[in-house]
T-cell receptor, first 114, second 110 residues
């Protein structure tokens, strides 16, 4: 079955450490997105990519970095510059520009600073 | 700037009752999306409303879109406990990423 796989499901980060969240899709979707969700809050956009080797900052990109070397993969690195990284991170993808079906979401990664 | 506002943010309903969640947005758009999120889980697509006047129904949930009023509604009929979740509306403009509302946390009680 096609879908989006996020790993790991839970991740613990020490102060000053960089960590990378994985997002892989086998839907052959062009565009991929990273959102952050804090408790009781909506989703805020971190980065997105509409095509391989290209990506754009979202509303809260500071302290994060991404790459899009393959269509299937869009990893997110949470750097030590992100001072409050504890949150639920969701990766999503969509097919063509018409968005008739909206986004498909992965199952999420819960990141905690220890 | 795209803005999406939902109300109420918290909703406690008795089983069997009806209620409506409202989603207002700031700029014109032809499309509006509704998602459901269970605690600790990801988002599940409920409805995609593609044009003005669109109405879609699935079980006890019915969504509608009025692009002239910049308003979408999610109506719940005869609520049951299984509908307890957080509901998000989202929209975009052209090819831009989806902008989400803060969500409505629904709790259905006996």
């Amino acid at each position: 079955d096609g879908g989006i796989t996020q790993s790991p499901k839970y991740l613990f980060r020490k102060e000053g450490q960089n960590v990378t969240l994985s997002c892989e899709q086998n839907l052959n979707h062009d565009a991929m997105y990273w959102y952050r969700q804090d408790p009781g809050q909506g989703l805020r956009l971190i980065y997105y990519s509409q095509i391989v080797n290209d990506f754009q900052k979202g509303d809260i990109a500071e302290g994060y970095s991404v790459s899009r070397e393959k269509k299937e993969s869009f990893p997110l690195t949470v750097t030590s510059a992100q001072k409050n990284p504890t949150a639920f991170y969701l990766c999503a993808s969509r097919d063509g520009p018409t968005m008739e079906y909206g986004y498909t979401f992965g199952s999420g990664t819960r990141l905690t600073v220890v | 700037e795209l803005k999406v506002e939902q109300n109420p943010l918290f909703l406690s309903m008795q089983e069997g009752k009806n209620y409506t969640i409202y989603c207002n947005y700031s700029t014109t758009s032809d499309r509006l999306y509704w998602y459901r999120q269970d605690p600790g889980k990801s988002l599940e697509s409920l409805f995609v409303l593609l044009s003005n006047g669109a109405v879609k129904q699935e079980g006890r949930l019915m969504a509608s879109l009025d692009t002239k009023a910049r308003l979408s509604t999610l109506h719940i009929t005869a609520a049951v406990h299984d509908l307890s979740a957080t509901y998000f509306c989202a929209r975009n403009s052209g090819n831009t990423p989806l902008v989400f509302g803060k969500g409505t946390r629904l709790s259905v009680i006996a």
